[in-house]
T-cell receptor
Framework: DSGVTQTPKHLITATGQRVTLRCSPR?????VYWYQQSLDQGLQFLIQ???????AKGNILERFSAQQFPDLHSELNLSSLELGDSALYFC?????????????FGPGTRLLVL | AQSVTQLDSQVPVFEEAPVELRCNYS??????LFWYVQYPNQGLQLLLK??????LVESINGFEAEFNKSQTSFHLRKPSVHISDTAEYFC????????????FGKGTKLTVNP
C-alpha cells in the first residue's frame, strides 16, 4: 500500500460526459502528479501540483483540468469525453519538488468511455 | 526534452534463469533514472533509482541496474528470477534541475515460467 488513494476505482461513462477523479496523497506529501496510461500512448505525464499551485504541465488536453485543494487532495476533471480518453489514470505524490524524489503511485482509476 | 526506449516489449524466461531488461534514454540535460514495477491490476512501485554516486544500484529483492553515461543506458538485471517477478517493468527519467515529472518508456512485460 503506497498510501496514495484514488477514487473511484472504475468509471464507465458515455461520450460527451464529464467525470471527476479524486486523489489523496500520502500524509505529508505536498506534490501531486497525474499520469495517463493507455495501450497506444503508454504512461504519459499530465500535470503536477505543489502545495496548491500548478508546477508543471505535460500533454494535457484542454478538455482536462485539475486542481489541488488546501487539504492537498487533488481532482482531475475530464470533460466532453471521447472514446480515446478510455485509459487508466494514476495519481502519484512526493514530498516536495526535490529532484530525484520517489513518486508514490495510487492504484489508479480505470475509465471506460462508451 | 527526454525520451526513454525499452528495447523489448516482452521477455519470457524460465524460473531461476538470469534476466536483463534493457533501457536507453535520450536527454539534453542530466537526468535521474528510475525503474518502476507494475504487478497486475496494481499501481506502480519504485524498484530502484539512480541519483548520483556509484553507478550500480540495487533493490531489496535482488534486482540491480547500472547507469552507463556513455551509452545512455540503465539496464535492469536479476541473476535468478522467481515466478513472483512476473510483472511489467518501466524505466523512467526525470531531469535534474527541471520539472520532477517522470518520462516513461513503453514498458517490458516480464513473464517467468515454471
Amino acid at each position: 500500500d503506497s498510501g496514495v488513494t484514488q477514487t473511484p476505482k472504475h468509471l464507465i461513462t458515455a461520450t460527451g460526459q464529464r467525470v471527476t477523479l479524486r486523489c489523496s496523497p500520502r500524509s505529508g506529501d505536498l506534490s501531486v502528479y497525474w499520469y495517463q496510461q493507455s495501450l497506444d500512448q503508454g504512461l504519459q505525464f499530465l500535470i503536477q501540483y505543489y502545495n496548491g499551485e500548478e508546477r508543471a504541465k505535460g500533454n494535457i488536453l484542454e478538455r482536462f483540468s485539475a486542481q489541488q485543494f488546501p487539504d492537498l487532495h487533488s481532482e482531475l476533471n475530464l470533460s466532453s469525453l471521447e472514446l480515446g480518453d478510455s485509459a487508466l489514470y494514476f495519481c502519484a505524490s512526493s514530498g516536495g519538488f526535490v529532484g530525484g524524489e520517489t513518486q508514490y503511485f495510487g492504484p489508479g482509476t480505470r475509465l471506460l468511455v462508451l | 526534452a527526454q525520451s526513454v526506449t525499452q528495447l523489448d516489449s516482452q521477455v519470457p524466461v524460465f524460473e531461476e534463469a538470469p534476466v536483463e531488461l534493457r533501457c536507453n534514454y535520450s536527454s539534453s540535460v542530466s537526468v535521474y533514472l528510475f525503474w518502476y514495477v507494475q504487478y497486475p491490476n496494481q499501481g506502480l512501485q519504485l524498484l530502484l533509482k539512480y541519483l548520483s554516486g556509484s553507478t550500480l544500484v540495487e533493490s531489496i529483492n535482488g534486482f540491480e541496474a547500472e547507469f552507463n553515461k556513455s551509452q545512455t543506458s540503465f539496464h535492469l538485471r536479476k541473476p535468478s528470477v522467481h515466478i513472483s517477478d512476473t510483472a511489467e517493468y518501466f524505466c523512467a527519467v526525470s531531469s535534474q534541475g527541471g520539472s520532477e515529472k517522470l518520462v516513461f518508456g513503453k514498458g517490458t512485460k516480464l513473464t517467468v515460467n515454471p
